[in-house]
């Protein structure tokens, strides 16, 4: 397609970054629900694809479509802010074929060849057998080039042009985001060590670089989006900063309850979990008051019109917030303290809360930031809703929601018969599993599931068509 | 071991519902809270309205003194736990101070 619209190669790139997440976002849902189909029927595509293979896919490409989204939104985002052109343009383009060829080529090895030899071969060109970051060995020496080369352009770009508040703290974040992913590339044979490392990646990219990042999203998004005045935006993103650094880092310690840590894990983890949800909740105010003050001062004018120029992004952004304020903050403090997850850990009440987690802190305003790059590549002044985009933010929305729900079910059934009646026992973990309210809630999730997946169809379809479609103001 | 130095008893298998729902309360209450206030400030609603929102911090508080009591959890936890009850109370009276010091170098 022509982009005809777009002058600024950074943002050209961008479009780039957002199509193949896009399509990995695909390749996760389909896979997840193999995975959730395999709950249901077992013997299904036994010895093709099994449940190991589904899941460690899944939950991949879900990391990888997130990472090249937040590549892509920096380089849409990066002219916008500095005022110039992204340095190193052309690196940048080089990196973005080096990644995506390196991660067709994981993904099909993951799916042709699944497992390998028990030695160090398997580790270097199949897959590390960690979760969430089992990439080969020389596929996580690609990534760190890859990102170092990003971060490259990011410094590059923010040194020569305006810096502002936004590329300042998306400087300082990305420094820590690539950092930290050089803890999950060794292992040690001491489980509870190998453990301790693996949750710098895990949690506290999740639970504080990455949450960082989306508050600069959701910083540039309200300035592009309604207006909102750069100050305020700004100072609130400080605030966020600090509150999300402040609990997010320690807060870490709920994962170290019970990996064989020293104990004083318990207090530093209670403590820090206990404060998680306040900047969730900061987060969620701010981009409501800021939206209502910017309609309230343009109906105090006498005007009746809206001040969003992108409806389906501001949509994705708003349940982002909402998202972010519910998976994250409302489904994590439900057992996030060490007294009530010594029985819910490693239930479906995991499972339950980090769907929607990630789902509501990263998936919505990624898609949001896809709308825009749809708004710019297109020349549309002021983007509405066509009736894919609502079909796509209903389904996806509410189907994320429902096996949510459903596997809240599932986890409450699992841990009161598996761990409180049971006492954490071999047969308890089968009566668990047996129950007919878990049975009921796997089925739920993948129904679910497959509203969730066409609701993607739908959103592609509308990516791919709105920016043709006669309702927006250009 | 565990139980010994985490909790003062083992939670009751009829408990864990009203931990989860209470718990669930807390944030809900506590986004009441905050927004309610919010919104008191920014003109939206009331002066009067204003005692809602401390109704909710209250509300807030005591679902999370319930969370913790069913837990039975131990001392330091009961700490951690008013430190975010007194946290979320004064969130939004710092970042309303914090706004309204910016809207003044901004727009005055």
């Known amino acids: 397609m022509a982009n005809s619209y777009l002058t600024s190669e950074s943002k050209r790139l961008a479009t780039w970054y957002f199509t ?5 976002f695909g390749a996760q849902l389909l896979f997840g629900l193999v995975a959730a189909t395999q709950y249901v029927m077992p013997s299904f595509l036994f010895e093709v694809v099994d449940f190991s293979v589904a899941r460690m896919i899944h939950i991949n490409a879900l990391i990888v479509w997130m990472v090249f ?30 990644f995506a060829a390196a991660i067709v080529v994981v993904v099909l090895v993951y799916l042709f060849i699944q497992v390998g030899p028990a030695d160090e071969t398997s580790i270097w060109f199949i897959h590390e057998g960690r979760e969430y970051i089992e990439a080969p060995r020389w596929a996580d020496f690609a990534i760190v080039v890859v990102v170092l080369g990003f971060i490259s352009n990011l410094y590059l770009t923010g040194m020569k042009g305006n810096r502002s508040g936004i590329v300042t703290v998306l400087m300082a974040d990305m420094i820590a985001f690539a950092g930290i992913y050089l803890a999950g590339m060794f292992f040690t044979d001491n489980v509870s060590v190998d453990q301790f490392w693996w949750w710098w990646v895990i949690h506290l990219w999740v639970e504080a670089t990455w949450e960082v990042f989306v508050g600069s999203l959701a910083a540039y998004g309200l300035i592009t989006m309604i207006g909102a005045h750069r100050k305020v935006v700004e100072m609130w993103l400080w605030i966020e900063v600090a509150m999300l650094f402040g ?12 990996i064989g840590t ?5 207090e530093i983890g209670a403590l820090f979990s206990a404060l ?3 900047p969730l909740v900061a987060m969620f105010i701010h981009v409501l008051y800021d939206w209502g003050k910017m309609q309230g001062e343009e109906d105090a004018k006498g005007k009746e019109h809206s001040v969003i120029t992108n409806k389906p992004a501001f949509t994705w952004f708003i349940l982002n917030a909402f998202g972010n304020f519910l998976g994250a903050g409302i489904w994590g403090f439900f057992h996030t303290l060490p007294q009530v997850n010594l029985y819910t850990h490693g239930t479906q009440f995991t499972s339950a809360h980090g769907h929607l987690a990630f789902f509501g802190a990263y998936a919505t305003i990624l898609i949001g930031m896809m ?24 389904m996806i929305f509410g189907g994320v929601l429902g096996m949510t729900m459903a596997l809240t079910v599932a986890g409450y059934a699992d841990f009161i018969i598996s761990r409180a009646q049971w006492g954490a026992t071999w047969e308890g973990y089968f009566a668990g599993q047996g129950g007919i309210w878990y049975a009921q809630g796997m089925g739920w999730r993948l129904i679910m599931g497959v509203i969730t997946f066409t609701g993607f169809l739908f959103l592609v379809k509308d990516l791919l068509s709105t920016g043709k479609a006669a309702n927006h103001v250009r | 071991m565990v139980g010994g130095i985490l909790m003062t008893q083992d939670i009751h298998v009829d408990d864990f519902l009203t931990i ?7 944030l809900v209450f506590g986004g009441f809270y905050v927004g309610i206030y919010t919104a ?44 975010a009850a007194i946290g979320l109370f004064l969130l939004p009276h710092a970042v309303y101070y914090m706004q309204d010091r910016v809207h003044e170098e901004n727009e005055h």
Do not use: R
């Not at chain 2, 989860?20 to 807390?26: C, D, E, G, I, M």
């Open chain 2, 20 to 26: 989860f729902v209470s718990s669930t309360l807390v």
């Open chain 1, 262 to 266: 020293p104990e004083y894990w318990w």
């Open chain 1, 276 to 278: 998680e949800p306040l």
């Open chain 1, 371 to 394: 709308y825009l790059g749809v708004q710019g590549k297109n020349g549309i002044k002021v983007m509405n809703h066509t009736k894919s985009s609502i079909w796509a933010t209903c």
């Open chain 2, 40 to 83: 008191v400030k920014v003109k939206l609603l009331k002066k009067w309205a204003m005692s809602i929102s401390y109704l909710f911090w209250m509300l807030c508080a005591y679902c999370m003194y319930l969370m913790g009591s069913l837990m039975h959890v131990n001392d330091f936890t009961v700490k951690a736990l008013v430190v």
């Open chain 1, 20 to 24: 193949f997440a896009a399509i990995i």
């Open chain 1, 69 to 98: 989204a937040m590549f892509g939104s920096v380089y849409w985002l990066l002219p916008d802010e500095t005022g110039i052109e992204t340095v190193g343009i052309g690196l940048g383009k080089l990196l973005f074929w080096a």
């Open chain 1, 247 to 258: 609990s997010g880092i320690l807060g870490m310690g709920h994962h170290y309850f019970w």
